[in-house]
């Protein structure tokens, strides 16, 4: 088993940084100015818990590549996933494929709508 490669790492925590940051941006232009300062600290105290919640992740969990199947070991979880899912997960689909997705009807999406006054 070994663990997952560090870029995981900085990828989530990029991730979160992003979002905090776009989320302090938003405050600043819709927010009353009289609760910026809240809603800054609280979005800045929420991903600096996110991005050190990521660092214990990363050490915990674990990745298993054997012959017949990748192992991903968390925490408190372990899922397995068979050759033939991996594969059919890392190859594109073919044309034939492409155009049987294509043919299925979608089913109508149903508008509800708020009982109001």
């Not at 009289?34 to 105290?45: L, W």
């Not at 397995?80 to 109508?108: K, N």
Request: proline share 7%; glycine share 4%.
């Amino acid at each position: 088993m070994s663990r997952q490669h560090w870029i995981a790492l900085v990828k989530a925590e990029s991730i979160i940084l992003l979002y905090a940051v776009l989320g302090v941006w938003a405050v600043q232009l819709q927010i009353n100015p009289r609760y910026v300062d809240e809603f800054t600290i609280g979005i800045c105290v929420t991903a600096g818990l996110l991005m050190l919640w990521q660092v214990p992740r990363y050490y915990v969990d674990r990745v298993s590549l054997t012959n017949k199947r990748l192992i991903w070991c968390a925490a408190c979880s372990e899922e397995m996933y068979e050759p033939q899912a991996v594969e059919a997960r890392l190859t594109p689909p073919t044309g034939e494929e492409e155009e049987e997705a294509r043919a299925e009807p979608r089913r109508p999406r149903r508008h509800t709508r708020l009982a109001g006054p």
